[in-house]
């Protein structure tokens, strides 16, 4: 393996766009290393080689080790880390945006930070889950009745498409296996849409805290824009998963995502409805401004960095 240090940094434009990467990967009981710019996962059966730039989310069940190493090239190419327990119920993250530039993460900031600007980015996201219903003019109560009533009739209609029988929603944070097949299947495939709302958020430089529906948590808008797809993508594959029985019900799960995400090029979507959301324009920047650091200065001037401006005048 060559040496870490030896190598550059990879620019943004050599890196793979995040809507063309894998959703996620799911690994258990295994060494991940590095091997130049792959990662390696090692185990009884020997071991694989994943091009790091291709995740979008690596999800590191039980039995793990990941190197430092290995971090650092998941760290490098914007990928998501995510530690789930053994019946996850546990969710960390790490990684590194895919772009140089903060302007997404600008207007990101500046539509959160006002609250008529807030509440309009919400309704957008009750447009986008519920076409069919206008939230024009409805206050956050409406929108969260909505929600409700909303969820509880894809859940009706989800047991009556497979025959899995649905009394409620009941989770338990801290015993998986306290819920019946479908609960625990809803359950796994939660924990992968967070996963992958928080790589695709982090990769494009947003700020993971700042929710337009949710508040208060380190991953507020990671569960606003994974809630995009809950009755479409998320609820269905559960439901489908817990149709063939209790057994593994989680590895199902996954398995019955991963394919209805591919089949709906979910991360290239999810993409593009944040930007929708933000009201951003790819083309508003010039080129190579992923890289371009400048000093504020007032008048909302921006000035070169690099340089000292103590004796010159601005304007």
């Known amino acids: 393996m060559s040496t870490v240090s030896r190598r550059s940094t990879s620019t943004p434009r050599e890196l793979a766009r995040v809507g063309d990467r894998l959703s996620f990967i799911y690994l258990e009981r295994c060494t991940v290393h590095r091997d130049d710019n792959a990662i390696t996962a090692t185990d009884t059966d020997g071991t694989t080689h994943i091009p790091a730039a291709t995740v979008g989310t690596l999800l590191l069940g039980p039995g793990t080790r990941i190197t430092h190493q290995a971090m650092s090239v998941l760290g490098e190419c914007g990928a998501g880390v995510v530690w789930v327990g053994e019946h996850g119920v546990r969710f960390y993250a790490g990684g590194r945006a895919l772009t140089r530039s903060s302007a997404l993460a600008e207007a990101h900031a500046s539509a959160w930070a006002n609250r008529r600007t807030r509440l309009e980015v919400a309704r957008a996201m009750y447009r986008l889950r ?31 498409r497979t025959g899995v029988p649905w009394i409620r929603r009941d989770y338990h944070r801290d015993n998986f296996a306290a819920g019946d097949a479908p609960n625990q299947a809803v359950t796994a495939a939660a924990q992968c849409m967070y996963g992958i709302a928080h790589a695709v958020v982090t990769a494009l430089g947003c700020s993971p805290a700042l929710g337009f529906v949710h508040s208060g948590h380190e991953r507020s808008f990671v569960l606003d824009i994974a809630d995009l797809y809950k009755t479409d993508i998320a609820i269905p594959a559960a439901f489908d998963a ?29 993409v593009n409805d944040i930007k929708t959301l933000l009201h951003h324009d790819d083309n508003s920047g010039a080129p190579g401004d992923q890289d371009r650091v400048t000093l504020q200065s007032d008048g909302d001037a921006h000035l070169e960095s690099g340089r000292n401006y103590g004796d010159e005048v601005l304007w």
Do not use: H, W
């Open 242 to 270: 817990a149709a063939d029985g209790l057994d593994d019900v989680a590895s199902r799960t996954r398995r019955a995502l991963r394919t209805r995400i591919n089949e709906t090029n979910l991360l290239d979507r999810c």
């Open 130 to 160: 519920f076409p069919d219903e206008d939230p024009a003019g409805r206050t956050r109560q409406d929108l969260l009745s909505m929600e409700g009533r909303r969820l509880k009739d894809c859940y009706r209609r989800e047991s009556a």
